[in-house]
Nanobody
Framework: QLQLVESGGGLVQPGGSHTLSCTAP????????IGWFRQVPEKEREGISC????????YYNASVKGRFTISRDPVLNIVYLQMNNLRPEDTGIYYC??????????????WGKGTTVSVES
């Protein structure tokens, strides 16, 4: 069973940068479309970025485009979400998700437990 583990959440000041990581011990993430999602209180979880090696494609939600970057380290088998120029509205629980046979963006079958990012002064 694929288990995704997010790490790197924390408290960040507005305008700051932060990087989240997603790993899956024992599974080759290159074979999966990987997505990053964000959940804020009283709102639906939204997809903010995804990466498909198969389709050589990356997607960014309009709210993060130009500020966030998804990347992969194939050797370490880690998927990163680099977040720059963070805003208070970026606060939320960030989830990593994966699926082999899906689009980017697309439906995901495997989810991590999430890591919390708080952007405040």
């Amino acid at each position: 069973q694929l288990q995704l583990v997010e790490s790197g959440g924390g408290l960040v000041q507005p305008g700051g940068s932060h990087t989240l990581s997603c790993t899956a011990p024992g599974f080759n993430l290159r074979l999966y479309v990987i997505g990053w999602f964000r959940q804020v209180p009283e709102k639906e979880r939204e997809g903010i970025s995804c990466s498909s090696i198969k389709d050589d494609f990356e997607y960014y939600n309009a709210s993060v485009k130009g500020r966030f970057t998804i990347s992969r380290d194939p050797v370490l088998n880690i998927v990163y979400l680099q977040m720059n120029n963070l805003r208070p509205e970026d606060t939320g629980i960030y989830y990593c998700a994966a699926e082999k046979r899906t689009g980017c963006p697309g439906a995901m079958a495997h989810w991590g437990k999430g890591t919390t990012v708080s952007v405040e002064s």
